[in-house]
């Protein structure tokens, strides 16, 4: 029995551990990897590779996991103070979510990857937030999620995976802007962009909160659903 | 042309990187780099699923580097010494014999070529200054004796048997870098055709009968000399049929 291939991006970051300090290490937090568990699907690392996106074509759905902010340049804007980039993820992510979309892949995007489809679908980021909205609450401290009680659009994917349940755990200073090609359809209180879809293609969701860390079978269970189709 | 899709065996680890402290799936970027830089396409296979359908999906597999395989494997008592990482032991022993049946090429490193040995019946000398009376085959805790700039810990020689498959690769000798404390004592299935010649340390492990089964007791992701990186990704491409079809005469 052969379960849905879902591939995971990963960061790439100095880390450390046992005698190791400081290795460049492809790594995404292991959240990820039980949510596609759980949900039934067999979960793969796909670490930063520019040169083309075929790996793609092993996958049966795809998960663009949480990170540190896109490159300014790749939306046709210049970097504001507090953005903090990696340029190698973007290259090769960006190629991963347009060809995600252009062969109908079942993709999910958590924060970070919820940004990098507004961005594949021509859209653009807020920079930092707080000067946006004037308030934190959707990055309290470092490493304090948000709690956020979000508003869905009636009818849509997130609207029906959601059911009653409104609450977010948030952690992010950017933000959509724009979501280009694809459909907003979930904000907070504070009009900031929760969820996108594009609801012309099998399954195509972003969402700007964590799901991972509940291992929300809901949404990931959507994937992997999607991907068996 | 799709390049091949190389697995890399990988952690369940916690690691610390920026602010955070957390449960990675991870992997140094050696490896990725290495199979990168040789023509594959690296993803990476956590080790919290022992399930072994994920090797459909792959041309070749990499064992890679870590803790040391629990001796109860082999049936032996575990030494003080032993670290071990039964998580990994359980996934991975089992994606190997998995990976054997189906003939899938395989790299392995360091840890993985130990592997490759336990999975194939054989058995490791849990702590080599036990055996051979020196630890210069690990160098000193807390230090990164693989990063470039450490290369006075752990080199040493390796000697190549002439006609095996490790030789038509690497010739008769190489140097390589070193760092376990952990070694092949049986290689159960395999056949060993490479030794450091001071210590007769096991350092090559094949199977010529198999389409491609390599291991090596040192760590090439580290260095400059990737070859039998590309020569997994080959065997990868060419049991898959991947290489580009020939033009007519």
């Known amino acids: 029995m052969m379960r849905p291939l879902i591939g995971i991006t990963t960061y790439v970051e100095p880390a450390s551990w046992g005698v190791w300090h400081r290795l460049p290490t492809t790594l995404v937090p292991h959240a990820y990897v039980e949510a596609v568990t759980l949900a039934g699907g067999r979960a793969v690392l796909l670490p930063p590779d520019d040169a083309d996106t075929d790996v793609l074509r092993r996958m049966d759905g795809l998960v663009l996991g949480g990170g540190a902010d896109v490159d300014p340049a790749r939306y046709g804007a210049s970097p504001q103070p507090l953005t903090d980039t990696r340029p190698q993820r973007d290259a090769a992510e960006l190629p991963l979510a347009r060809a995600a979309l252009a062969t109908d892949l079942p993709v999910l995007g958590v924060c970070r990857g919820m940004q990098v489809l507004a961005v594949a679908a021509g859209g653009r980021l807020e920079q930092h937030l707080p000067d946006v909205v004037g308030h934190d609450k959707h990055r309290p401290a470092p490493g304090v999620y948000g709690s956020q009680q979000a508003v869905f659009e009636s009818g849509s994917r997130i609207a029906e995976l959601m059911g009653a349940d409104r609450e977010i755990n948030c952690y992010h200073h950017q933000g959509v802007a724009d979501a280009g090609a694809l459909s907003v359809t979930g904000w907070a209180a504070d009009g900031v962009v929760e969820a996108l879809e594009d609801p012309g293609r099998p399954f195509v969701l972003g969402v700007q909160w964590h799901p991972e860390v509940s291992r929300d079978r809901r949404l990931f269970g959507a994937l992997v659903s999607a991907a068996s189709a | ?249």
Do not use: K
């Open chain 2, 1 to 249: 042309m799709r390049r091949p899709l190389i697995g890399l065996t990988a952690y369940a680890q916690q690691v610390q990187y920026g602010g955070n402290d957390l449960m990675a799936g991870m992997l140094p970027m050696s490896y990725v780099r290495a199979v990168h830089a040789t023509g594959g396409r690296a993803v990476l296979i956590t080790p919290d699923d022992p399930g072994v359908d994920v090797l459909d999906s792959l041309d070749g597999i990499v064992f890679t580097g870590g803790g040391d395989i629990d001796a109860r494997h082999w049936g032996a008592r575990l030494h003080p010494a032993a670290d071990v990482d039964e998580v990994r032991d359980r996934s991975e022993l089992m994606l190997m014999h998995a990976a054997l049946e189906r003939d899938l090429p395989i790299l392995g490193v360091c840890r993985g070529m130990q592997l490759m040995a336990v999975a194939g019946g054989g058995s490791l000398h849990q702590h080599l200054p036990d055996v051979i009376g020196h630890d210069r085959h690990r160098a000193a805790p807390g230090t990164d004796p693989l990063s470039a700039d450490a290369s006075a810990y752990g080199r040493h020689e390796v000697v190549v048997q002439t006609a095996s498959r490790a030789h038509a690769l690497l010739g008769a000798h190489l140097t390589v870098n070193s760092f376990h404390h952990q070694a092949v004592d049986d290689p159960g299935t395999f056949t060993v055709s490479g030794w450091c010649p001071e210590d007769r340390v096991a350092e090559i492990l094949e199977d010529p009968r198999r389409v491609f089964a390599l291991g090596v007791q040192w760590h090439p992701e580290r260095t400059g000399d990737l070859r039998v990186f590309e020569a997994l990704a080959s065997a990868a491409a060419r049991r898959s049929d991947l290489t580009r079809p020939a033009l007519a005469a």
